[in-house]
């Protein structure tokens, strides 16, 4: 069943992360922008649900040629996020919190996305992502194998999303109020398994960020004063501690 499991999860991924690349590059604009509508080349992006849903390629034919493929690497979003759910699902085992973990890995590895790509969460993605995880994981805290707490979760988002919230008000230009909503999120996540994993997962995505800010700067590709996206660092902080946490409770 353990293995089941995995595959079912990889495959999860996998499926939901072809479809990833081509709502990056529509979310991939700066803020007070409206969404993306075209391809780079200008073309239209047409397809189900408005355009939203399906691969990121335009079949337009300039010169005799397809317009061709945008956006990050479909193979590789798509080979990633089928590793998260999987890591999540060995970890995690036949818990109902593993669940949502899996389900909710995509709009995760979409935010990573878009913050690598222009610096921005939008609204539209982390403030939903965050009342979905702080419900689901309240329908598993009623399910039976249910390993975590669902009150410390709720607690851990507004603590997490607290911490976030003054570290943006006491320096504002070293991260942005996205970050701050995408924590609120997290917090939700670690809280599930206790303070001892919020904390973990919180430094570790600090951490992370840090060292890759200093080895640009030891590369020269970035100042002390230069910005970098945090999101994709808490995201994986967050990973870290999920897997942290899954395993210490089975």
């Known amino acids: 069943m353990g293995v089941l499991l995995i595959v079912v999860a990889a495959l999860w991924g996998a499926g939901a992360g072809l479809a990833l690349p081509r709502a990056a590059h ?15 080349a200008g073309h239209p ?10 691969r990121a390629s335009c079949a337009t034919v300039e010169r005799a040629r397809p317009c061709g493929t945008y956006g990050p690497s479909t193979l590789t979003v798509s080979t990633v996020t089928a590793l998260v759910c999987a890591a999540l699902a060995a970890a995690g085992g036949l818990h109902p919190e593993t669940a949502v973990w899996v389900l909710l ?33 309240g329908v598993a805290a009623l399910l039976p194998g249910g390993s975590g707490s669902w009150p410390t979760s709720l607690l851990g988002g ?15 230009s070293g991260m942005g109020f996205g970050d701050v909503k995408l924590a609120l999120a997290l917090g939700a996540a670690l809280g599930w398994y206790g303070w001892g994993i919020l904390l973990t ?5 600090l951490l992370y960020g840090a060292v890759y800010g200093l080895g640009l700067v030891v590369l020269r590709r970035a100042g002390r004063k230069s910005t970098i996206p945090l999101g994709p660092f808490m995201t994986g902080g967050a990973f870290t501690g999920l897997l942290l946490g899954a395993f210490a409770v089975r």
């Open 105 to 137: 890995t995509p709009v995760a590895v979409l935010l990573t996305l878009v913050d690598h790509r222009v610096h921005r969460l939008p609204d539209v993605l982390t403030l939903p992502l965050a009342a979905a995880i702080a419900a689901l994981l």
């Open 45 to 54: 992006i047409t397809g189900a649900y408005g355009g939203w849903v399906g």
């Open 26 to 40: 529509r979310f991939s604009v700066e803020a007070g922008e409206p969404w993306s509508a075209n391809c780079p």
């Open 158 to 172: 507004l603590a997490l999303g607290g911490a976030y919230l003054v570290l943006f008000l006491v320096n504002p």
């Open 201 to 205: 997962g919180a430094f570790m995505g």
